[in-house]
């Protein structure tokens, strides 16, 4: 089931980003990810809007948005490849007319997910905080 998170959800889905960041993200210093961490917890959460999926006692994964950008989408390890993040990019498309993303150019997976989505990179960029490039993909294109 999918439905809007709560700020009592927010240090689950801080705990979710985490642990799915690292394995994501090998590329990213483990330590940059702790902090970001508490930050999404604490200071970008509470202005997004942020759903989760639910299977019953447990939130499997989330998306968060700021109007059509998708700020972060992630799925608990053990629930990946699961059709969660389908679903909630679904929800999302349910909401939206258009959606984009930035995908860190190193995260084949998710680029490789994204396109399977109906995504399409249409700029190249750098990060504002991290020494690495990525690329906004936006739907539909």
Same mark, same amino acid.
């Given at each position: 089931?999918?439905?809007?998170?709560?700020?009592?959800? +927010?240090?689950?889905?801080?705990?979710?980003?985490?642990?799915? =960041?690292?394995?994501?993200?090998? +590329?990213?210093?483990?330590?940059?990810?702790?902090?970001?961490?508490?930050?999404?917890?604490?200071?970008?959460?509470?202005?997004?809007?942020?759903?989760?999926?639910?299977?019953?006692?447990?939130?499997?994964?989330?998306?968060?948005?700021?109007?059509?950008?998708?700020?972060?989408?992630?799925?608990?390890?053990?629930?990946?490849?699961?059709?969660?993040?389908?679903?909630?990019?679904?929800?999302?498309?349910?909401?939206?007319?258009?959606?984009?993303?930035?995908?860190?150019?190193?995260?084949? =997976?998710?680029?490789? +997910?994204?396109?399977?989505?109906?995504?399409?990179?249409?700029?190249?960029?750098?990060?504002?905080?991290?020494?690495?490039?990525?690329?906004?993909?936006?739907?539909?294109?």
């Amino acid at each position: 089931m999918i439905r809007h998170a709560t700020n009592t959800d +927010f240090r689950e889905l801080a705990d979710i980003y985490h642990d799915a =960041s690292l394995i994501a993200h090998p +590329f990213i210093d483990p330590a940059y990810v702790a902090v970001d961490k508490v930050a999404l917890q604490q200071d970008r959460l509470p202005l997004q809007e942020a759903f989760l999926y639910e299977i019953p006692g447990e939130i499997a994964g989330y998306i968060s948005l700021t109007g059509p950008h998708i700020n972060g989408l992630f799925v608990k390890v053990d629930r990946q490849r699961q059709g969660i993040g389908r679903a909630l990019i679904e929800h999302a498309k349910q909401l939206q007319d258009h959606l984009d993303v930035r995908v860190f150019q190193e995260n084949y =997976s998710a680029q490789r +997910f994204y396109y399977a989505m109906g995504f399409e990179v249409v700029e190249e960029r750098s990060h504002v905080q991290l020494p690495h490039d990525e690329y906004l993909m936006r739907w539909p294109e």
